[in-house]
């Protein structure tokens, strides 16, 4: 799965890819204050704060009609959701407005261009999604059913991998029920991972969160076979059976609607 594991801790491919060249940006930014001017401390604050509430902002303004009702997720950052076209265009004026000379300006292009090469060569070598095709084995279901991964070919499937004593799988559960009950042609999966069956009951009751297919992965097997090391992920999945995509930790409403929106197309 397209993250990476630094000890107990557990980061997405892109948000490790982001973190490093923030690192970077930042490090070499502080060199060439202490060594060429004291005003490239103002401009790299400018840049980080700036550019993070630009991208953020777009991004809303894209998607304004999912935050209507949610207005105080704008500031849900963990989520993801940001506009790097708003981000660019954010750093690009700080570099107008507070580095008045072209040779400043000059020297604010190369931490800006080390921080981009070392997020997009992090990100090159640690975002592969492997193709991984559906496990063959059938869970119970919460219905105390048997249900089978692989009993509807043809059809797209998105599936989240939860447990309820996880913080972000309960944030994004409510969520992925709206999701799960207003898409057509897909269908939602949720294999808890785990837990007994009064726990689950006990949750989704007390939330009032109703979920069509819920599995007993007692033994989570689905982490296994997709490499999950953490909770939530959430696995799309393709018309063949084979895994289009892995999305570690919460996951936005609107990367959610867009991933989905890219496997419905591929039948189109």
């Not at 999966?189 to 599995?215: K, M, P, W």
């Not at 999950?228 to 892995?246: Q, S, Y």
Request: charged share 15%.
């Amino acid at each position: 799965m397209n993250a990476v594991s630094l000890g107990p801790l557990v980061l997405a491919a892109d948000r490790f890819a982001v973190t490093l060249g923030v690192v970077t940006f930042i490090l070499v930014t502080g060199i060439i204050t202490s060594r060429i001017d004291d005003r490239f401390h103002v401009w790299s604050w400018w840049v980080l704060l700036g550019g993070i509430a630009a991208a953020r902002l777009g991004h809303v303004a894209q998607h304004w009609r999912n935050f209507v009702g949610e207005p105080l997720r704008i500031f849900a950052l963990w989520e993801g959701g940001f506009s790097w076209v708003a981000a660019l265009a954010a750093v690009a004026l700080s570099v107008f407005l507070v580095l008045r000379s072209a040779r400043l300006r000059l020297w604010a292009m190369l931490p800006l261009a080390l921080g981009l090469m070392v997020w997009n060569t992090a990100w090159q070598l640690t975002g592969g999604t492997q193709a991984i095709a559906l496990p063959a084995s059938a869970y119970r279901t919460l219905s105390d059913d048997t249900y089978s991964l692989t009993a509807a070919p043809g059809k797209p499937m998105v599936i989240n991998l939860w447990a309820t004593w996880c913080p972000p799988c309960r944030r994004e559960m409510p969520m992925m029920a709206d999701v799960a009950r207003s898409t057509e042609g897909a269908e939602f999966v949720f294999a808890n991972q785990g837990e007994g069956r009064d726990a689950i009951e006990r949750y989704l009751t007390e939330n009032g969160i109703s979920l069509d297919h819920v599995l007993l992965d007692s033994f989570g097997e689905l982490a296994r076979h997709y490499g999950a090391p953490g909770l939530p992920a959430t696995l799309f999945i393709g018309t063949d059976g084979v895994l289009r995509h892995a999305h570690l930790g919460e996951i936005s409403r609107e990367a959610l609607q867009s991933r989905i929106s890219g496997l419905l197309t591929e039948n189109d």
